[in-house]
């Protein structure tokens, strides 16, 4: 199973960006999806969770501004970032719970964000 992720970009201050990451290859199901985010010297954090049951978690710094959202028939999760600040520019991951015949983790090749202030 491979992530594939896209979308990041530089933006201004206040404005926004939608990443998008596709899965492919041969799985039964995904949940929950995520995306994360690292800053070089930093740990990486999560910034939002989809699960399948239509539960969804945010960091309080993306709370309000970020959006996060599945589209199981394209096997794509995107993250809609809207009022973004300099402080969210980050590596952003996409990051998957795989079920095939086991349980696996999955991470998408980083993207990143630049919020000029």
């Known amino acids: 199973v491979q992530l594939q992720a896209s979308g990041g970009g530089l933006v201004h201050a206040g404005g926004s960006l939608r990443l998008s990451c596709q899965a492919s290859?041969?799985?039964?199901?995904?949940?929950?999806w995520a995306w994360y985010r690292q800053v070089t010297g930093r740990q990486r954090e999560l910034v939002a969770r989809?699960?399948?049951?239509?539960?969804?978690d945010y960091a309080d710094s993306a709370k309000g501004r970020f959006t996060i959202s599945v589209d199981g028939a394209k096997n794509t999760v995107s993250l809609q970032m809207n009022n973004l600040k300099p402080e969210d520019t980050a590596v952003y991951y996409c990051?998957?719970?795989?079920?095939?015949?086991?349980?696996?983790?999955?991470w998408g090749r980083g993207t990143q964000v630049t919020v000029s202030s």
């Open positions: 990051h998957a719970f795989v079920v095939t015949s086991t349980l696996t983790q999955h």
């Open positions: 989809a699960s399948s049951d239509g539960r969804t």
């Open positions: 290859g041969p799985f039964l199901s995904i949940s929950p």
